[in-house]
């Protein structure tokens, strides 16, 4: 059963078309890796599923919900979704704590005991239950990411959006941030997540899609994404012998 | 320059019941403190509205707070008070008309229209500042704010606007002791606020100098007051591990 659903997506800013006809799914338990040069539309296309970016043209479906539906009951939908931005978007002046309870509480209305009891539950599997008292700005890019993983998940999400979770990070925290994911993709985590860290494609990734001028090149299983190199279209071929090189 | 100077002057009966010039001061002081708090408490709320209109999508609130902001900013600040003190009134229903003009204490009406005035002309300036605090904040905070599941109205109260009144402290100060210096005009429609109260000490003692002189060691004092109450309250908030505060 596809978890996301996208269909025939098209986008524009103004004259400019940023997504073109995007088609694909995300099955329940899935991992699809989104990759590109930058400026392809992956980042745009990964925030059209919760609706961070609206689109003109197409339908997505998350969980069988139509997003671009008026009707559809935006904060609610988006609540079931986690998402990781490349910035960690901690919010910088509540301390770690009230990060990973202040949506829990206000959007979900559990109390603040059983907030804080899943909260403290994430915090502790990322690894960082010793700096619950601290700020964001106190920690280090990669545990501020982690704790962005941790903040996403204490909301029980169907599934999980990664927009260039290791981007921003300085090289030596990169694996500490993809040894969370790879360990949520191990335990089933249904995970869309633009990257260009190959290694984590080729380890844990289910698919690859592979866009390029907003649209949707390649669309296919990890193993034969990377089995057959020169199957692949020119483009995508070029961008792997680029990123692929050392 | 041949001038006697009489420090003891406000210590002397004013020649009106037992008080002393110095009562007049204080009542000066009491009438400046109240228009200004009041009006700054309104112009805050009022601002901050208005600022948060001037950020929303779509285009007819942003439009609305963007033209108050025109209006307000550049007309004077003693052309609109006498626009709220002679004209305005007029242009209010009968009854309220003759409450306001006839029925009501000189004093209070008074007061009414330079409050009124102070915190419409203030809201226009505290509206660009939250506006600007709000602009300055990465645009991923909203994104985020947003992804968690926040309302718009959400996204503002627990994310955007704790962030951006830290952002803008300085500037709100700056805003709020000028509420206190512009509150001066008063004295223009009678309003026996300051600075009215030390022409009148001038007029009856003819002691100017020292009048003027008390006048304005009252308001450095007062505005070196709040603003040092307001440096503590930006410590206070100060956000650990960020713009400078303690790690």
Known sequence: ?246 | MNYNWDWNIFFKSTGIGSEIYLDWFISGLGWTIAVALVAWIAALAIGSVLGVMRTLPGKVLPAIATAYVELFRNVPLLVQLFMWYFVVPDYLPEATQIWFKQELNPATSAYISVVVCLALFTAARVCEQVRTGIQALPRGQSAAALAVGFSIGQTYRYVLLPQAFRVIIPPLTSEFLNIFKNSSVASLIGLMELLAQTKQTAEFSANIFEAFTLATVIYFVLNMSLMTLMNLIEKKVRIPGMMGGAK
């Open chain 1, 1 to 246: 059963m596809s978890m996301i659903a996208i269909k025939n997506v098209s986008k524009w800013y103004g004259d400019f078309q940023v997504l073109t006809d995007c088609t694909t799914d995300v099955k329940k338990g899935e991992v699809v890796v989104v990759c590109g040069p930058s400026g392809s539309g992956k980042s745009t296309l990964i925030k059209t599923v919760n609706a961070l970016e609206p689109f003109q043209k197409g339908e997505i479906f998350v969980d069988g919900v139509s997003v671009g539906d008026p009707k559809t009951d935006l904060p609610k939908l988006r609540a079931r979704i986690g998402m990781v931005f490349q910035n960690f978007e901690l919010f910088p002046h509540l301390s770690i704590t009230e990060n990973l309870t202040i949506a829990q509480q206000r959007v979900l209305g559990r109390s603040q005991d059983e907030a804080m009891q899943k909260g403290m539950h994430y915090l502790d599997r990322v690894g960082l239950k010793a700096q619950a008292g601290k700020f964001p700005g106190q920690l280090s890019g990669g545990q501020q990411q982690r704790v962005a993983i941790a903040r996403a998940l204490a909301m029980d999400p169907i599934a999980m959006l990664f927009d260039e979770p290791t981007s921003a990070l300085d090289p030596e925290m990169v694996n500490e941030v993809l040894d969370v994911m790879v360990e949520l993709a191990h335990e089933g985590m249904t995970m869309m997540c633009v990257t260009h860290e190959m290694g984590f494609a080729r380890k844990v990734a289910d698919r690859v899609i592979f866009m390029d001028r907003g649209a949707i090149v390649e669309d296919c299983e990890k193993e034969e994404f990377f089995g057959d190199i020169d199957a692949r279209s020119e483009r995508a071929r070029h961008f792997l012998s680029k990123i692929l090189q050392h």
